[in-house]
T-cell receptor
Framework: AQSVSQHNHHVILSEAASLELGCNYS??????LFWYVQYPGQHLQLLLK??????LVKGIKGFEAEFIKSKFSFNLRKPSVQWSDTAEYFC?????????????FGTGTRLLVSP | NAGVTQTPKFQVLKTGQSMTLQCAQD?????MYWYRQDPGMGLRLIYY???????DKGEVPNGYNVSRLNKREFSLRLESAAPSQTSVYFC?????????????FGQGTRLTVV
């Protein structure tokens, strides 16, 4: 079965620090990859997605992620975080196989950015 | 454009009570989902509907039932609520099977069972 691992459960950074959140998945086939963000009290919003092509994906608000197929990883990065980036971040995966494919989420990483 | 709309936003139930969470999407999506979110456990899939007329169990279906009323609406029912069902529930929808598409989420329902 597919699974997604996010190894950092809580991250605390100061403003302007660089961010990297890890995401690894286990699945043998080809996949679609996503990062969602949940700001306090709000619903999940898509940050960025990878379907195919350039493995370096740029999303909203200066975030980017790199798909490394050999490592089954899709790490999220931001060069300089802001206080407004305080949120919970979820990595998610689904298969490209034919037929209905469920979206599987990691357990999330809670980021706190101090001003 | 409303996207995915869930009602209610908050609910408190007594153990044993029943209730239905409503979800509607206006994006003409085929697939709809119900997730629950618990601290440290991420989002876990309760039930999903790949297309109108079909529903299937996800990871944690026990204690829940669903109805795909039509293409737009997918409801989640708790027949006899238990404290273990205290959680935040999210409905989501996504486009056609086989097409690369992301899931869109509703605002969530915070349910407390006492």
């Amino acid at each position: 079965a597919q699974s997604v691992s996010q190894h950092n459960h809580h991250v605390i950074l100061s403003e302007a620090a660089s961010l990297e959140l890890g995401c690894n998945y286990s699945y043998g086939g080809t996949v679609n990859l996503f990062w969602y963000v949940q700001y306090p009290g709000q619903h999940l919003q898509l940050l960025l997605k990878y379907f195919s092509g350039d493995p370096l994906v740029k999303g909203i608000k200066g975030f980017e992620a790199e798909f490394i197929k050999s490592k089954f990883s899709f790490n999220l990065r931001k060069p300089s975080v802001q206080w407004s980036d305080t949120a919970e971040y979820f990595c998610a995966v689904n298969s490209k196989n034919t037929g209905f494919q469920k979206l599987v989420f990691g357990t999330g990483t809670r980021l706190l950015v101090s001003p | 454009n409303a996207g995915v709309t869930q009602t209610p936003k908050f609910q408190v139930l007594k153990t044993g009570q029943s209730m239905t969470l409503q979800c509607a999407q206006d994006m003409n999506h085929n697939s709809m989902y119900w997730y629950r979110q618990d601290p440290g456990m991420g989002l876990r899939l309760i039930y999903y509907s790949a297309s109108e007329g079909t529903t299937d169990k996800g990871e944690v279906p026990n204690g829940y039932n669903v109805s795909r009323l039509n293409k737009r609406e997918f409801s989640l029912r708790l027949e006899s609520a238990a404290p273990s069902q205290t959680s935040v529930y999210f409905c989501a929808s996504s486009g056609k099977t086989g097409v690369n598409t992301e899931a869109f989420f509703g605002q969530g329902t915070r349910l407390t069972v006492v």
